[in-house]
């Protein structure tokens, strides 16, 4: 917004001042700030003090009401400047076609000094215009010390007790790095989008916010009730980026031309840089909206996000702190979102977890912690169903929390060195690890409610279901890549076998899933893992095929690769998101048709017949899976391969020799 500039007088007859001018109706926003006297040379633009600072010169804030008497002077000044603020409000109201104009708030008021009921008075993580940063216990402020200046809760810096154990530092907004440009960015973000805000953040909560609860639905709409310049620039920027994925969702908007994409990006990227210096909740909440965008994945923004989110004690357990309820709820559902945020970047980008299970304390999410429910929901078509989205992330976080596991038992640095020394063999010691995970896994899947079964899908609804599953199959994929790492030459033919046909029975059931995904899946909300995990399954069947024991086996893996990569082509006018994907795929699928391996059926063992009987035998009572994945009629869930897998017969000595690959097998 540009520099608003009142009338303007002379100043007295002093000598040397002949040439000095001062608005008697304000100062500006920087000479108010510093209680200054706010002078101008003649025929200057920007006052004395702003020039030789070297900042803006502007009139965007208004001051806070007067507490003393009025002279009558000053009544007229204080009139002057209200006149004033209304020309500003009306201005950008009528610019914006939105609703700035209707709650001009002064830049000073605090939630809790609002007339009349808010969520947001007494809230800890999104004060308008403080910041609150946890204080660590081994910081520099003393437990004893704090407490001869509790409850200083306006003052700043100021300390804020929320419990018997855990304290906050409030501090003001004000001079924080580039903090007089959010007013501005604000303004350009919704008159890039208007007059379609309030559709669009319609839109948001309509088919994304269910599936990715990581706002407070009443909390943000009473805000923008009021005006867009409440919200911090990257969040209103980011719930429209999303939004304007599902721009043909919008019976109002569909027929009208979208707003442009990349210039809101680059004011929700500038700016989030800017907000990390003032930390607030809707800091999180920006961030991981804009990490979920197709392709946003940024392992260094994922550090600075897990970094503001400790500073504001997402880590804690808050259940019994003194802020409002919804807090707490919202609270907990941003932890378990940064937390599933930190583990699949993790996963894409092949590097180890920014957080620590020593120092996480957050408690399990449970219904009470989701502000929303069925009544919540819109009848409208292409909505998501706000009880089958609170179910969905409270699975994925679960399943989250096992593929955390996952990376540390069998991936980590230590893991790794100490599975290569063992003295029986990696694969024997691997299995060994896998077995309690894989059983876990099973458990997860054996406990998801019918609600979230893939098939499950209400006529003209979304589903984002799919990218559960898809999230399922990813961590069954990273636990059978270990396995597989650890097979060479020298492992017991029998342990080659189980390993690879348990594998094999994973990509079966993960082709199914990708082969009975619908246009209602396609075209939903999907997780910003899921382009990854489209990727890791093509990874995996390039795994099977390059490690193949015989042409028959390549050749199968080669048809399943060719089918995979066909499936994903033809889906992309129902999801933007994998043509990426497929193109990589492509360019994979060339390189192993070019490549030339050399089969070979794996080496017998030293130990003699025994060995090669239990070999036959288990060749003899194993189910031959083969590389026919399609479905028909009959297939009945996710996990028919592996329940077909399951139904191998095994005989007792196979328990008694390997002990650890039930879970595989059973």
């Not at 994304?208 to 911090?232: A, D, G, N, Q, T």
């Not at 080659?496 to 348990?502: G, L, N, S, W």
């Not at 990708?514 to 390039?542: C, D, I, M, P, T």
Request: charge should be negative; include cysteine; hydrophobic fraction near 35%.
């Amino acid at each position: 917004m540009a520099a608003l500039t009142p009338p303007i007088e002379k100043v007295g007859s002093q000598p040397g001042q002949e040439n000095l001018i001062s608005r008697p109706a304000r100062p500006c926003d920087a000479c108010r700030k510093r209680k200054s006297r706010c002078v101008l040379g003649e025929d200057a633009t920007v006052c004395v003090l702003c020039r030789f600072h070297s900042q803006k010169c502007t009139f965007v804030e208004v001051p806070q009401p007067r507490k003393r008497k009025l002279s009558l002077d000053e009544e007229e000044s204080e009139a002057n400047t209200k006149r004033l603020s209304s020309n500003v409000g009306d201005a950008v109201g009528k610019k914006l076609g939105g609703n700035a104009a209707s709650s001009w708030m002064s830049v000073k008021d605090e939630y809790d000094s609002m007339k009349g009921p808010s969520l947001l008075k007494k809230t800890l993580g999104l004060q308008r215009h403080h910041h609150s940063k946890h204080i660590g216990s081994a910081s520099e402020f003393e437990p004893c010390l704090m407490s001869l200046n509790m409850d200083c809760y306006h003052d700043s810096p100021a300390f804020r007790r929320v419990s018997e154990v855990e304290t906050f530092l409030t501090l003001t907004d004000e001079e924080t790095y580039n903090q007089d440009e959010d007013i501005q960015d604000l303004d350009a973000i919704e008159n890039d989008v208007a007059p379609h805000g309030k559709a669009l953040v319609g839109l948001y909560f309509r088919i994304i916010h269910p599936s990715f609860p990581i706002l407070h639905k009443k909390v943000y709409l009473e805000k923008y009730s009021r005006s867009h310049r409440e919200f911090s620039p990257p969040l209103l920027a980011a719930v429209y980026i999303l939004a304007l994925s599902f721009w043909g969702y919008s019976s109002d908007l569909s027929q009208l031309p979208k707003p442009d994409v990349s210039a809101l990006e680059r004011i929700a990227l500038r700016s989030l840089g800017n907000v990390i210096y003032r930390p607030k909740l809707s800091t999180i909440q920006a961030g991981l909206l804009l990490l979920q965008r197709p392709h946003g994945s940024m392992w260094a923004l994922t550090a600075q996000l897990v970094a503001v989110a400790q500073e504001l004690g997402l880590h804690l357990d808050c259940t019994f702190w003194s802020i409002p309820k919804w807090e707490i709820g919202l609270r907990k559902r941003l932890a378990w979102a940064m937390y599933m945020q930190n583990a699949w970047a993790s996963v894409i980008h092949g590097r180890p977890s920014h957080i620590a299970a020593s120092n996480w304390a957050v408690q399990e999410l449970n219904e009470s912690d989701f502000p929303e429910n069925a009544d919540d929901e819109n009848d409208e078509e292409g909505s998501t169903e706000v009880e089958k989205g609170r179910l969905l992330f409270s699975s994925l976080v679960l399943l989250t929390r096992i593929l955390v596991d996952i990376l540390e038992i069998l991936y980590s640095h230590s893991s790794t060195a100490n599975i290569h020394s063992d003295e029986n063999g990696p694969t024997r010691r691997v299995l060994e690890l896998a077995k309690p995970l894989q059983l876990r896994l099973r458990s997860w899947y054996a406990a998801l409610p019918d609600t979230l079964n893939v098939d499950n899908v209400k006529p003209r609804k979304l589903s984002s279901t799919g990218y559960l599953h898809l999230a399922y199959f990813s961590v069954e994929f990273i636990l059978h890549r270990r396995i597989l790492r650890t097979v060479s030459g020298g492992t017991d033919p029998y342990l080659v076998h189980i390993c690879r046909d348990a594998a094999k029975a994973r990509l079966n059931g993960a082709m199914q899933l990708v082969n009975r995904l619908r246009s209602e899946h396609l075209q939903s909300f999907w997780y910003f893992a899921s382009e990854n995990n489209f990727k890791l399954l093509g990874v995996f069947q390039g795994l099977l095929w390059s490690t193949a024991a015989s042409n028959d086996e390549a050749e199968c893996y080669h048809l399943i690769f060719r089918d995979y990569c066909w499936l994903l082509r033809i889906s992309n006018k129902n999801a933007d998101f994998l043509q990426p994907t497929t193109i990589f795929l492509d360019r994979m699928l060339r390189k192993l048709e070019a490549s030339s391996f050399e089969y070979s059926t794996q080496p017998k063992s030293s130990s003699g017949s025994e060995s090669d009987q239990m070999e036959q035998s288990f060749l003899l009572e194993s189910q031959d899976l083969g590389c026919d994945w399609s479905h028909g009629e009959d297939t009945v869930d996710d996990l028919a391969h592996v329940r077909d897998y399951q139904n191998i017969s095994l005989s007792d000595v196979v328990s008694i020799r390997y002990p650890f690959i039930d879970a595989l097998t059973s």
